[in-house]
């Protein structure tokens, strides 16, 4: 039975879309988006746009041509604020626990707008104990959430890279093929496309072709981007342990005839070279300036803070934001 408030979607990937043999961070991203928005859309019964998407940790790959299953539910309302837990899990595999293989979950914020404006949605009253806990989980986390955002606001992110920095720009225009309602870019697309740029520094830095995201996520969308729109996407390694990549992101958006783009959205990024069931050595970066080594130790208390923060599916014996 359809529980108010909560769905459930199937996806699979096709092996040729996906040469390596597993699905991308992004698809995978693009897929939970996807069950999000139906689910804060329907509670909220208005249009919705992403506000926040919380850290992705993948503690299981998803393979081609494997059913996977996105479930999404409604946890916390605020005023025009939707919060929704999801989960991907495959079925037909079986995890530690005896249930189904979970790949990731996270929490994702979607804001209720009816014509360009915000609008309260209908609150989220829970009425079991579970649904009370998820419910005081996702609200206590909003002021972790807060000090997270304003410390990405405040990365001292370079114009250009040094000699030794490891800075990768994609630059493109907004497609209408990656629309929603009201001509604006969907999240999903602005994840893929930071995914993308994640990847494509990680592997230079690496040297590897193969490279995944083990943490993605903690995106915080702070305008939106229209279709025609210029896109700009800066991805600059600052950090490596010895067998990860972190990466900072963000996204720049601006009209065809503008100078000066906003910043639309940010993230922070942590990739691996996969290799036999666990990540491979990676060559590793040292901060040659000040800024780059006082990034460096922003960027590493930031992916501290966002582990630390968010909901769980279950008990709350997991924790991620």
């Known amino acids: 039975m359809q529980v108010r408030g909560a769905l459930s979607l199937e996806f699979t990937a096709e092996g040729y879309t996906h040469p390596s043999g597993t699905v991308g961070a992004g698809t995978v991203i693009t897929w939970i988006d996807k069950a999000g928005y139906a689910v804060a859309a329907s509670w909220a019964g208005t ?38 837990q999801a989960r991907l899990i495959m079925p037909s595999l079986p995890g530690a626990d005896g249930g189904p293989m979970v790949c990731t979950e996270c929490l994702l914020v979607y804001a209720a707008e009816e014509g360009g404006h915000l609008v309260d949605a209908p609150a989220w009253i829970p009425e079991t104990e579970a649904q009370r806990m998820r419910d005081e989980q996702a609200n206590s986390a909003k002021v972790l959430r807060t000090t997270i955002e304003q410390g990405m606001n405040a990365l001292p992110f370079p114009e250009e890279a040094g000699p030794n920095d490891e800075l990768v720009k994609l630059c493109f225009i907004a497609g209408a093929d990656e629309t929603t309602i009201g001509s604006t870019i969907r999240a999903s697309a602005i994840m893929r496309w930071i995914d993308e740029a994640a990847a494509i520094c990680a592997a230079r830095w690496s040297g590897s072709e193969n490279v995944v995201a083990a943490f993605a996520g903690g995106v915080r969308f702070l305008e939106n981007i229209e279709v025609g729109n210029v896109v700009t996407v800066d991805a600059l390694l600052v950090h490596t342990s010895p067998r990860a990549m972190h990466v900072a992101l963000r996204v720049y958006a601006a009209r065809r005839h503008e100078r000066d783009p906003k910043i639309v959205a940010h993230s922070l990024a ?52």
Do not use: C, I, K
């Open 47 to 84: 249009y919705v746009r992403a506000s926040y998407v919380g850290n992705m940790q993948f503690e299981n790959p998803v393979p081609v041509d494997t059913r996977a299953v996105v479930q999404a539910r409604v946890v916390h309302t605020e005023g025009p604020y939707v919060h929704v």
């Open 270 to 321: 942590v990739m691996v070279v996969p290799g036999d069931g666990r990540a491979q050595p990676v060559r590793q970066w040292e901060p040659e300036s000040e800024w780059s080594a006082s990034l460096e130790a922003a960027a590493v208390e930031l992916v501290r803070l966002r582990s630390e923060a968010g909901a769980t599916w279950t008990s709350g014996q997991q924790r991620e934001a």
